[in-house]
């Protein structure tokens, strides 16, 4: 079967269509067209692929070579009594390349901005023999991302310094290919670009994958709809489902390139998380879950503490203290689940859990208190993230939305206005969006619809251009989007709600909703990493080192949620044009 795909991979790939596309690309880009490279990477879905190049006066012997490569793996693997069956096939063609000076990657780093964003191989000599591919060399960190946002910004880089890790290089090619070390990084190396396409197990069509911007080495998606989307946030779910464990209690996440479980836990995430878990069922009426979401609630409940018969609080016991968003997700979660049970079994545990956020309160200026130290219960911070600003705000209309206490509502109110007057529009923080959703249902103030919808327009411009997935801001929008709507549905009087601009907002969320997919683990991706099994088909955040955790998976699948219930009206608002020209890379054909 796995030399199916190989066979699948190369057919495709030495047609007459697909090879002269990249000859003539590879003749633009170098001014040769008689010098392939080609790369073959398998894996077996549960080790870090294996990669094996050839070259050739044609890309039909390029191929031949890189293959006979492969082949003489799988012998030796196999005649070792360690079989490794290539389930994934991933193929890169060099397609363009460059010597420059190594000091130079500084230049390279600095043109992308963020960790594991360079989207180039390295060759440490003219002939390719030592030689990684982009994958390869992110997925093992071979480059040193040593830079912070803020010296890239002030310019503080240190261009004679090498990037290139000689230790990490040289353990990659032993553990992986029992080669002997390199002993030391040349002057000079090559930087260069591929285009690449993926067959893996089950898959009946070769996937062409995107050569170029952020959206290198995915596989290409025409169209970005509810389906797409569905397919993927089910899966992640499904995924995140399954980090419970019998006590209830999450895994709290993995560094993939290592494939090292994190260390620590957080029982505010834990929470969080759960709020997907939720959806899940909701959608999926998949019954299995219940025991989960059962057991999952069970461990948190575990870390309530009652400072009196009124009020609870939950407790960060590995920290000692109080976190004031701690209490929001709590009742977030608790009233998801009991909307989607159709149970009032948590509604004392939610008013206590909101009289606990009350106490966090000034009453006059609305602002909370963010930290307090445990047992003491006294403030241990007065602020800490404006995230638990929006929680807490969030939690308080909810609580109101199931207990009809007005004092919780007054509370939502109070820090509305808090937030009017600090301009917190300036955070882009998705649950100040949430909130201010949950307020309007109960609150018709004509401000605090058009405070919602400016948290929407005058962060479009940089949501819209922001390089990394950053999950939450598709949450944000997607909330702003309720907003929006209900206005119009309820004939809110305002001249700035009359002249909103709804097509660039719609263009936003879909721009934002396909390029997250940037932070899908496709398998493509997935099998660079140590153990590929481990991270498939969950979300990561790349310039975190591809992590995977918790309430990163948490939050792509709530911006993805609310996109796919809201997908109608958002494409009704794009045009043809503009979907055909989210795809920045040249398609080199259409694939069967």
């Not at 699948?8 to 067209?33: F, M, P, R, V, Y």
């Not at 390719?128 to 480059?143: D, H, L, Q, T, Y």
């Not at 260069?192 to 290198?216: A, I, K, P, R, W």
Request: with cysteine; proline share 2%; net charge negative.
């Amino acid at each position: 079967m796995s030399a199916n795909r190989v066979a699948k991979l190369k057919s495709h790939i030495l047609s007459d269509e697909i090879s002269s596309k990249l000859k003539e690309k590879l003749q633009a880009n170098t001014g040769n067209s008689d010098s392939f490279i080609v790369y073959l990477s398998i894996s077996n879905k549960k080790d870090r692929a294996r990669v094996f190049h050839g070259k050739g006066d044609t890309l039909q012997n390029a191929w031949t070579n890189a293959e006979k490569r492969v082949s003489e793996f799988q012998r030796k693997a196999l005649a070792s009594k360690r079989p490794f069956a290539a389930l994934w096939v991933k193929a890169d063609i060099v397609t363009a390349y460059e010597t420059i000076p190594t000091v130079d990657l500084n230049k390279v780093v600095v043109k992308y901005r963020w960790k594991n964003f360079a989207r180039i191989g390295i060759s440490l000599d003219e002939s390719f023999i030592n030689s990684f591919i982009e994958a390869e060399v992110n997925g093992n960190k071979m480059i040193d991302y040593k830079y912070s946002q803020s010296e890239i910004n002030k310019g503080e880089i240190n261009y004679d310094s090498n990037l290139l890790s000689l230790t990490t290089i040289n353990h990659y090619r032993k553990t992986y290919y029992g080669l002997p070390p390199i002993k030391e990084i040349p002057d000079n190396i090559i930087v260069f670009t591929t285009h690449c396409f993926f067959c893996g197990e089950g898959d009946e069509v070769v996937h062409e994958l995107y050569s170029d911007n952020m959206d290198f080495g995915r596989r290409r998606v025409d169209f970005v709809d509810d389906k797409v989307i569905n397919e993927a946030i089910v899966n992640a779910s499904v995924y995140l489902a399954n980090m419970i464990g019998a006590d209830g209690k999450f895994v709290y996440g993995y560094f993939p390139i290592f494939g090292a479980e994190i260390a620590g836990y957080n029982i505010l995430r834990h929470t969080s998380s759960l709020w997907s878990i939720i959806n899940l069922y909701r959608t999926s009426k998949d019954d299995t879950l219940i025991p989960k979401i059962d057991s999952a609630i069970g461990y948190m409940l575990s870390y309530i503490d009652y400072p009196d018969e009124h009020t609870a609080y939950l407790v960060e016991k590995g920290e000692s203290e109080v976190k004031l968003g701690a209490n929001g997700v709590s009742i977030l979660m608790l009233t998801e689940y009991m909307d989607v049970f159709k149970t009032d079994k948590f509604i004392e545990t939610t008013r206590k859990l909101a009289n606990g956020i009350l106490k966090l309160q000034n009453a006059e200026t609305g602002k909370y208190s963010h930290v307090l130290n445990f047992p003491e219960y006294t403030v241990k911070e007065e602020f800490r993230t404006v995230y638990y600003d929006g929680e807490a705000t969030f939690a308080l209309a909810r609580a109101y939305t199931y207990t009809n206490d007005e004092r919780y509502l007054e509370g939502a109110r109070a820090a509305v206005e808090n937030f009017i007057a600090e301009d917190y529009i300036k955070h882009r923080d998705h649950w100040v969006a949430y909130s201010m959703l949950e307020v309007t249902k109960h609150i018709k103030d004509v401000r605090y619809y058009e405070f919602a919808l400016q948290n929407m327009e005058k962060n479009l411009k940089g949501i819209y251009h922001r390089e990394t997935s950053f999950h939450t801001y598709l949450e944000m929008l997607m909330t702003g989007w309720q907003t929006y709507q209900n206005a119009i549905k309820e004939g809110v009087e305002s001249d700035y709600i009359k002249n909103y601009d709804p097509t660039y907002f719609a263009q936003t969320i879909y721009h934002r909703a396909r390029h997250m997919l940037n932070g899908y683990f496709y398998p493509e991706y997935a099998m660079y990493m140590k153990f590929p099994q481990m991270v498939v088909e969950s979300f990561m955040v790349r310039h975190h080192s591809y992590r995977v955790r918790t309430d990163d998976i948490q939050h792509f699948i709530g911006g993805y949620y609310f996109y796919c219930v809201y997908f109608d009206e958002i494409k009704a608002l794009l045009s043809d044009e503009f979907i055909k020209g989210q795809d920045e890379s040249e398609a080199l054909g259409r694939l069967h």
